[in-house]
């Protein structure tokens, strides 16, 4: 049985292997390929102990405008008491293997695969790798959005086996998705939420919106409609989609095709 959530691969391809692979870069998406997460590419963070990652998505000119993802690998005992600069940056946090130690309000929370943590702005916590193998999760970052006469959103913790998906309409169930965050919650301005297809399952229209979308592939494989491209991903990949690109997906394969969905959600658009 594999693993359910899948990560990079890092190492390094060997020298007799093709380099022509499925990396795409353009003004209205991005894919990259689970074969490009390696060694080399990864990056290292002030005040993080034992730990690299791969940054998928960042805000930059013609690419992510209102987020940073990254993928984080911590070694045992890990980890950071200083793990964010930016006061205004909240956080969602989703472990794919290990375990992670997290701490803020003086309590500890421990996440296994599976877990999500939602963390505010201003909110003061930190992060160690716990147990004998290396902690593996997301770190999505996007600058929060204040609203004057809302308050800020509460910490969550949870997980995946404990949030119901709920059925898209009309679907027959084939479409699902898991909201860890109350979507008429107007506190928040980011879901991320994750997307389940069963196999067979399809986006039967070209979704064109105002959201900005991050989505890593934790399961399975589908073809995905990125503008007018026909691409195929799977288990490992990540893409990016700016806002009003047009998006539909085929599932394929005999299991379910599942992947961690960030989406900027409940702000006016900024006009200055």
């Known amino acids: 049985m594999s693993e359910p959530y899948a990560f990079a691969p890092g190492g390094h391809p060997g020298q007799r292997e093709l380099m022509t692979g499925r990396a795409i870069f353009t003004e209205a998406y991005a ?11 990864t990056s290292a963070l002030p005040f993080w102990d034992d730990t690299r990652l791969w940054v998928l998505a ?22 950071s008491t200083r793990p964010e600069p930016d006061p205004s ?26 877990g999500y943590a939602y963390l505010p702005a201003g909110l003061d916590w930190t992060l160690h790798a716990s147990g004998g193998a290396p902690a593996k999760f997301h770190w999505i970052r996007k600058a929060y959005e204040a609203v004057d006469g809302l308050p800020a959103p509460d910490p969550l913790i949870t997980s995946d086996r404990n949030v119901a998906p709920i059925e898209m309409p009309d679907t027959e169930g084939r479409w699902a998705t898991t909201r860890f965050v109350d979507p008429t919650d107007l506190r928040h301005d980011m879901h991320v939420n994750i997307v389940t297809f069963g196999p067979g399952g399809v986006i039967p229209f070209e979704e064109t919106h105002v959201m900005e979308h991050g989505l890593y592939v934790l399961e399975g494989k ?12 799977e288990a490992g990949d990540y893409m990016w989609l700016r806002a009003f690109c047009p998006q539909a997906c085929y599932a394929g394969g005999d299991g379910p ?11 006016h658009m900024a006009l200055r």
Do not use: C
């Open 58 to 79: 960042r805000p930059l000119s013609g690419f992510a405008e209102t987020f940073s993802h990254y993928l984080m690998e911590v070694q045992p005992g890990g980890g």
């Open 31 to 41: 894919v990259i390929p689970k074969g490009v997460m390696r060694d080399i590419v």
């Open 89 to 114: 940056a909240q956080a969602v946090i989703f472990v794919t293997h290990g375990m992670v130690e997290l701490r803020f309000d003086d309590a500890m929370h421990l996440l296994e695969p599976g």
């Open 222 to 233: 589908a073809v995905y409609k990125l503008n007018q491209d026909w691409v195929e991903v």
């Open 257 to 267: 095709f599942r992947y961690l969905l960030y989406k900027d959600v409940n702000r």
